[in-house]
């Protein structure tokens, strides 16, 4: 059964870091493109970051340029989204969801999204 598990989100203070992680299990991650999401509380999910098949990256998102970066260890099958520089507003359940071919391809699969609260 093709399933996303995301991992390592928690509390953290503004200014700081979390990687969080994409772990794919059923299928080989690395033929495939995957995005991050999120949804701040109130809000309608947002896309951050995407990388596709052959290490292409798409940044959906100004807030996060130049704090967020997105990378993939296909030995690990997994896709990770490394945050720094953490704001109050990075606050949201983080999901990472398999897109259909490219960056800008249907959404097919979903996680179950982590939860990330920045705050002192």
């Known amino acids: 059964q093709l399933q996303l598990v995301e991992s390592g989100g928690g509390l953290v203070q503004p200014g700081g870091s979390l990687r969080l992680s994409c772990a794919a299990s059923g299928f080989t991650l690395e033929y495939y493109t995957i995005g991050w999401f999120r949804q701040a509380p109130g809000k309608e999910r947002e896309g951050i970051l995407c990388i596709n098949r052959i290490g292409g990256t798409t940044n959906y998102a100004d807030s996060v340029k130049g704090r967020f970066t997105i990378s993939r260890d296909n030995a690990k099958n997994t896709v990770y989204l490394q945050m720094n520089r953490l704001k109050p507003e990075d606050t949201g359940v983080y999901y990472c969801?398999?897109?259909?071919?490219?960056?800008?391809?249907?959404?097919?699969?979903w996680g179950q999204g982590t939860q990330v609260t920045v705050s002192s």
């Open positions: 969801a398999l897109r259909r071919s490219t960056c800008g391809g249907e959404i097919t699969s």
